[in-house]
T-cell receptor, first 115, second 114 residues
Framework: DAGVIQSPRHEVTEMGQEVTLRCKPISGHDYLFWYRQTMMRGLELLIYFNNNVPIDDSGMPEDRFSAKMPNASFSTLKIQPSEPRDSAVYFC?????????????FGSGTRLTVV | AQSVTQPDIHITVSEGASLELRCNYSYGATPYLFWYVQSPGQGLQLLLKYFSGDTLVQGIKGFEAEFKRSQSSFNLRKPSVHWSDAAEYFCAVGAGAAGNKLTFGGGTRVLVKP
């Protein structure tokens, strides 16, 4: 199993540009989570999906952020327009329903820098 | 709402010495509890978890943790630290359906002196 795959690993963009982060969860996992990690705020849950349906997006900071999961094997997190304060590491994680015992499987993250 | 507190932001320990990382949680029901480790530039890796049963749980890399309901704690321990244990450690509590919604503590960064 290749694990949770995120792309790109690093992204540098200019303020005002649109940024799209991508995630491929582990096959068979029906929960998908997007987290943001910053020095100031630590790990924050942005949104999570169950069976491709957004369940809780209360952590999405602003309307500039949106996330989709068009199918069980792909999710995107989009920021439009991007701002310097969006600079962070964004993690995607997946989990199998009923197996919280195993926690999440995290991807390696996307380090976003907005200049 | 659930919350997790890790009181120690940084801990420095000598190689071969013992390590204990503190974690206190707040949750209204029986919690699912986890410890994750993050090496520099990497994602988070699950060390161990607790959901019921024996309150002392064993994990990977020689780590163990003890659940104490009366103290709302889930402290992580390792008897003898190796230089490769230098990393950041996160405690998390699971809520929601099957504990799938995790809330993380702020993390404890461990430095290992030779």
């Amino acid at each position: 199993d290749a694990g949770v795959i995120q792309s790109p690993r690093h992204e540098v963009t200019e303020m005002g540009q649109e940024v799209t982060l991508r995630c491929k969860p582990i096959s068979g996992h029906d929960y998908l989570f997007w987290y943001r990690q910053t020095m100031m705020r630590g790990l924050e849950l942005l949104i999570y999906f169950n069976n491709n349906v957004p369940i809780d997006d209360s952590g999405m900071p602003e309307d500039r952020f949106s996330a989709k999961m068009p199918n069980a094997s792909f999710s995107t997190l989009k920021i439009q327009p991007s701002e310097p304060r969006d600079s962070a590491v964004y993690f995607c994680a997946s989990s199998s329903s009923g197996t919280a015992l195993y926690g999440y499987t995290f991807g390696s993250g996307t380090r976003l820098t907005v200049v | 709402a659930q919350s997790v507190t890790q009181p120690d932001i940084h801990i420095t320990v000598s190689e071969g010495a013992s390590l204990e990382l503190r974690c206190n949680y707040s949750y209204g029901a029986t919690p699912y509890l986890f410890w994750y480790v993050q090496s520099p530039g990497q994602g988070l890796q699950l060390l161990l978890k607790y959901f019921s049963g024996d309150t002392l749980v064993q994990g990977i890399k020689g780590f163990e943790a003890e659940f104490k309901r009366s103290q709302s704690s889930f402290n992580l321990r390792k008897p003898s630290v190796h230089w490769s244990d230098a990393a950041e450690y996160f405690c998390a509590v699971g809520a929601g359906a099957a504990g799938n919604k995790l809330t993380f503590g702020g993390g404890t960064r461990v430095l290992v002196k030779p």
